[in-house]
């Protein structure tokens, strides 16, 4: 292998193994202004899109040990999506564009290590944002605390509810 092929493995093996998600889409037919639309929309997110050949994405994974990523099978056209952000928003994006533009689609993906088909892919998009999910969390956390409260604020009144009516029953006779 050339040295300069050398060199791109080795960065495409760093940004698979540094980034903590990596899709692979398929762009075949995107015009080049729909593709920086795209590129612009996923740098809102923090992630970056960049496309190469398929045969050295899966050489850098068999050199960085990434065996189950070497095993996937990359066809026809292939970006790289790499970021550290949230890769939901990131999943929904290639999603969305997808509706808009027919020519990408997700093919797999890798997160933390595990890899991850196209249908996969999209599940992850129908997920809610992290934020949302954080919020529902701390829902279910709170929600004994809540209860509690509410039982206890219950029994006090009912206890006022029978002290009252008792004075009041005094209060006619």
Known sequence: MRSEKKQLVGEIGQVLTDSAFVYFVSYK?????????????????????????????????????????????????????????????????????NKSHNQVAAKAGMIEGGVLTAADVDAIAALPSKEALQAQLLGVLQAPARNLVSVLNNSVASIVNVLNNYKEKLEDN
């Open 29 to 97: 037919g995107l015009p080049v202004k729909h593709f920086t639309v795209l590129r612009d929309e996923l740098a809102k997110h923090d992630a970056r899109c960049i496309v190469l050949k398929n045969r050295l994405i899966l050489k850098a994974a068999q050199l960085n040990d990434l065996s189950d990523l070497a095993g996937i099978d990359l066809a026809d056209d292939t970006a790289l999506i790499s970021g550290t952000g949230d890769a939901g928003a990131v999943a929904k994006v290639i999603k969305d564009f």
